[in-house]
């Protein structure tokens, strides 16, 4: 079965540096692999989805994720954050097996300050 | 439209009662799914449905019953519920039926407090 690690629980930032969000899943088969958001009382919101194809996925509002499969890794970027930005990022991961189901990741709390 | 609605937004329910968490997509979905979701932790899967059919039970206790009335609605049921279940329930909904590789549409949630 798979697991995912986000390192990180809490990521405090100034505003328009830089952030990486770090998640490291481990699955003996391939994997889908996601970041989702969640802003204060609200569910959670797609971020971007690696399924396959292209391992450097971007989203609209700036943020990409890059799929590592050596390392294992599928790291959550932003190159300049906004106060905006400040929520619970939830990295998941599915299997390619059949009847696999998401599995979260303990969240990241990103915290922008001005 | 392309939100997931839930009601009620906030619920306080005694150990005795019976209540009903409700949900609602017209985006035409195949699946939908409960979440549970306590304080700085991740969503926690209970039920998945697919085509109306109930596909996963993630072992959750019998005081949770679901019921998929149709393709556009989905109820959780409550009854003699324990301070523990006081949390987050999340409902979402994915155009395909294979939970690993689906985006998942995520309504706002009920708060429930069981007291």
């Known amino acids: 079965a798979q697991s995912v690690t986000q390192l990180d629980s809490q990521v405090p930032v100034f505003e328009e540096a830089p952030v990486e969000l770090r998640c490291n899943y481990s699955?003996?088969?391939?994997?889908?692999l996601f970041w989702y958001v969640q802003y204060p009382n609200q569910g959670l919101q797609l971020l971007l989805k690696?399924?396959?194809?292209?391992?450097l996925v971007e989203s609209i509002n700036g943020f990409e994720a890059e799929f590592n499969k050596s390392q294992t890794s599928f790291h959550l970027r932003k190159p300049s954050v906004h106060i905006s930005d400040t929520a619970e990022y939830f990295c998941?991961?599915?299997?390619?097996?059949?009847?696999?189901?998401?599995?979260f990741g303990e969240g990241t709390q990103l915290t922008v300050n001005p | 439209d392309t939100e997931v609605t839930q009601t009620p937004k906030h619920l306080v329910m005694g150990m005795t009662n019976k209540k009903s968490l409700k949900c609602e997509q017209h985006?035409?979905?195949?699946?939908m799914y409960w979440y549970k979701q306590k304080a700085k932790k991740p969503p926690e899967l209970m039920f998945v449905?697919?085509?109306?059919?109930?596909?996963i039970n993630e072992s959750v206790p019998s005081r949770f019953s679901p019921e998929c009335p149709n393709s556009s609605l989905l109820n959780l049921h409550l009854h003699a519920l324990q301070p523990e279940d006081s949390a987050l329930y999340l409902c979402a909904s994915s155009q395909g039926t294979l939970p690993a590789q689906e985006t998942q549409y995520f309504g706002p949630g009920t708060r429930l407090l069981v007291l």
């Open positions: 449905y697919s085509y109306e059919k109930l596909s």
């Open positions: 699955s003996s088969v391939s994997v889908y």
């Open positions: 690696y399924l396959s194809g292209s391992t």
């Open positions: 998941a991961v599915g299997e390619e097996t059949s009847g696999s189901r998401l599995t």
């Open positions: 985006m035409g979905h195949r699946a």
